[in-house]
């Protein structure tokens, strides 16, 4: 079952903030953190584990709840270079392998 | 430091034929995982391959297939192709630890768009 990603879609002014939530029924080890560019290959932003080691970008930030399988990215004075599809990829505690299960995705357009 | 390749970038195949899909993980990396991303859709793990063994398997039929070679490039190869089949398919590279002592980074190839008419 796919994490759920909210919002779906959100327009906002340049300079201006946002907040990504993606939430999951499984017990997690780490959640990702990737935007995507129409027509291009994920990009990868941000790691966050399990224990509250953070690992990524200089300009976003992200927490982790643990307790409630809960992540949210922090897109702060955004720029124009923000837009693009926003996607969230967990990893639960299960197997050997490191898969990751993506959300549905957050469309993020930035305007003037 | 080279990052991930893939190749070919666009493929068309009629209903029925088989493809080949190649990957070149980045450089230091040693696993590779291969998505489908349907359009607009998150992308969805196939499977991926460490020491030239499969490591896990997402919910795709056993005509999808790969190999991991020795260089840790990897093809992924798809037998009686299905409309359904239509994606982008995007391989990512990652440096493997022991399970639970650091997740990988996973980083994304630009993907090849497969259309199976």
């Known amino acids: 079952q796919q994490p759920v990603q909210s919002p779906q879609a959100v327009i906002l002014r340049e300079g201006e903030d946002a907040v990504i939530n993606c939430s999951s029924s499984?017990?997690?080890?780490?959640v990702h953190w990737y935007r995507q560019k129409h027509g291009e290959a994920p990009v990868f932003l941000m790691i966050?584990?399990?224990?509250?080691e953070q690992k990524g970008h200089e300009k976003i930030s992200a927490s982790f709840n643990e307790k409630k399988q809960q992540s949210s990215l922090y897109l702060t004075a955004s720029q124009l270079s923000y837009s693009g599809t926003y996607f969230c990829?967990?990893?639960?505690?299960?197997?050997?392998?490191?898969?990751?299960?993506f959300g549905t995705g957050t469309r993020l357009q930035v305007t003037l | 430091e080279t990052g991930v390749t893939q190749s070919p970038t666009h493929l068309i195949k009629t209903r029925g034929q088989q493809v080949t899909l190649r990957c070149s993980s980045q450089?230091?990396?040693?696993?590779v995982s291969w998505y489908q991303q349907a359009l607009g859709q998150g992308p969805q793990f196939i499977f991926q391959?460490?020491?030239?063994?499969?490591?896990g398997r997402g919910n795709f039929p056993p005509r999808f297939s790969g190999l991991q070679f020795p260089n840790y490039s990897s093809e992924l190869n798809v037998n009686a192709l299905e409309l359904d089949d239509s994606a982008l398919y995007l391989c990512?590279?990652?440096?493997?630890?022991?399970?639970?002592?650091?997740?990988?980074?996973?980083?994304f190839g630009p993907g090849t768009r497969l259309t199976v008419l």
């Open positions: 990512a590279s990652s440096l493997w630890r022991l399970r639970f002592q650091g997740t990988d980074t996973q980083y």
């Open positions: 499984k017990a997690l080890y780490s």
């Open positions: 966050l584990l399990k224990g509250g």
């Open positions: 990829g967990t990893d639960e505690l299960t197997g050997t392998a490191s898969k990751l299960t």
């Open positions: 450089s230091g990396h040693n696993t």
């Open positions: 391959y460490y020491r030239e063994e499969e490591n």
